[in-house]
T-cell receptor, first 115, second 114 residues
């Protein structure tokens, strides 16, 4: 069965600090996809990244970076030099098999960036 | 390009009533998925529609149903409302089926059941 665990319920950081959001997943499939979404106070889920199970390369996009490690079933998300606009709830999600659009979400991590 | 729109944005209903929520996908998108978000259960997949057919269904009772029209607009219906149905209902559209296609989410409909 699929499971996504985000152990950090809430995190507060001071602006310009770096912060890492943890995500651990469970799946029996060898082919799967992992996602990160951001949910600002407006409520819409904003897509951040998609990574398939065969691509363990880390990725950097501006101040965002992702560390995917199959050996530990983790897909962690780091924000460098955090800004107030980064304050939101961040969700990690898993999808399997490849043909399905249904996402299994973690419980989310609420990030507050203090100016 | 207009994003995913959901109507109404807020809704208050009484236990036992039924409700219909609407989702208009991004123009050209053919797949629509629905999710329920509650403080207790988090974000849970309800169902996915593609080409007017339900392709995938989450673990929800039969009181939850949906449909998709030929223009890809989708509606979901909840009959015999219960207090536990109070939630934010999110709709997502994607160009096609499959995880290769990014899902774009709407702002949601917040349903309160009293």
């Amino acid at each position: 069965a699929q499971k996504v665990t985000q152990a950090q319920t809430e995190i507060s950081v001071v602006e310009k600090e770096d912060v890492t959001l943890d995500c651990v997943y469970e799946t029996r499939d060898t082919t799967y996809y992992l996602f990160w979404y951001k949910q600002p106070p407006s409520g819409e889920l904003v897509f951040l990244i998609r990574r398939n199970s065969f691509d363990e390369q880390n990725e950097i996009s501006g101040r965002y970076s992702w560390n995917f490690q199959k050996s530990t079933s983790s897909f962690n998300f780091t924000i460098t030099a955090s800004q107030v606009v980064d304050s939101a709830v961040y969700f990690c999600a898993l999808s399997e098999p490849p043909g399905a659009n249904n996402l299994f979400f973690g419980t989310g991590t609420r990030l507050t960036v203090i100016p | 390009k207009a994003g995913v729109t959901q109507t109404p944005r807020y809704l208050i209903k009484t236990r036992g009533q039924q409700v219909t929520l609407s989702c208009s996908p991004i123009s050209g998108h053919r797949s629509v998925s629905w999710y329920q978000q509650t403080p207790g259960q988090g974000l849970q997949f309800l169902f996915e529609y593609f080409s007017e057919t339900q392709r995938n269904k989450g673990n929800f009772p039969g009181r939850f149903s949906g449909r998709q029209f030929s223009n890809s607009r989708s509606e979901m219906n909840v009959s015999t409302l219960e207090l536990g149905d109070s939630a934010l209902y999110l709709c997502a559209s994607s160009l096609n089926r499959g995880v290769n296609y990014e899902q774009y989410f709407g702002p949601g409909t917040r349903l309160t059941v009293t």
